[in-house]
């Protein structure tokens, strides 16, 4: 295959430049690769062209990628409800915004995500009239279970209410902030019947706590709402932290809450 070893050498320079450019090297370069960790394997020729075999593969497979993410974006402007309606938000992954929600795209799994204050709601695939679809019905979702914001600062306060009460808490102190799903649950059912859970929905929580800030009522009948910021280390189990958004990208993880008089 190669003539001389200054011919090698430029294949192997060129193959280097190239690996360098490829964003994450599949299994069947590395593979590739290892075989080539010493200097009898360099003049090995089969080796050397199994290597340039992998990354023109992987070239290939990053050109398919890409003409698919186009023809995604070209179809789902095609087809969207309003125009100008999706926002990019990543690249890398392929997340769009289309309020109030959000859109992540896997192609390697054919599947895109739907979630709302980074809670996952529904999935579809990667057909522009199915994920419409899911949006729609996901919207419909919202406006059958939100209240209005003068209900929900009731039910909240009352949710933390029961849960100082079961914990032998003081008024005032803090709790956790998801220690109020479960009792929201019992205040809120409809809510709840809706997604068919056992507890309230968390990506509810959140949209109805920044639907307060919005309208201003945090503050209410004598009490304030406090949030507690959640930092470091409290992020890392997303279970135990809600995620409150202020935009299509920015928002803030919360840990704890409380009710104290103004």
């Known amino acids: 295959m190669f003539e001389t070893d200054a011919e090698l050498w430029s294949a192997l320079q060129q193959m280097s430049r190239t690996v360098n450019q490829v964003v994450a090297a599949s299994k069947p370069i590395a593979k590739a690769l290892d075989k080539m960790g010493d200097v009898a394997s ?40 309003k125009p100008d309606q999706i926002k990019m938000v990543s690249d ?37 009239s199915d ?55 019992w205040i809120w059912p409809h809510a709840v019947q809706l997604k068919k859970a056992t507890q309230f929905p968390r990506y509810l929580l959140a949209y109805q706590i920044q639907k307060l800030r919005q309208d201003g009522l945090i503050a209410h009948n004598g009490y304030r709402l406090d949030l507690g910021t959640a930092t470091g280390g409290s992020t890392k189990n997303k279970a135990n932290v809600l995620f409150i958004p202020m935009g299509p990208t920015e928002g803030q993880y919360y840990l704890t809450m409380c009710f104290r008089r103004e």
């Open 42 to 81: 360099l003049n090995r020729q089969d080796y050397v062209a199994d290597a340039l075999n992998a990354i023109q593969l992987e070239d290939r497979l990053r050109t398919l990628r890409m003409t698919a993410r186009q023809d995604l974006i070209a179809g789902l402007n095609a087809t969207a409800p």
């Open 92 to 128: 890398s992954p392929l997340v769009l915004y289309v309020h109030p929600l959000t859109l992540e795209v896997n192609f390697e799994q054919c599947k895109t995500t739907w979630s709302y204050a980074r809670e996952p709601m529904a999935q579809s695939s990667l057909d522009p």
């Open 131 to 185: 994920i419409w679809n899911v949006y729609g019905e996901l919207l419909d979702q919202f406006r059958a279970a939100r209240i209005d914001s003068k209900s929900f600062w009731q039910a909240l306060k009352a949710a933390y209410d029961i849960v100082l009460l079961k914990d032998g808490k003081p008024a005032g102190e803090r709790i956790d902030i998801v220690d109020v799903l479960v009792p929201m649950a």
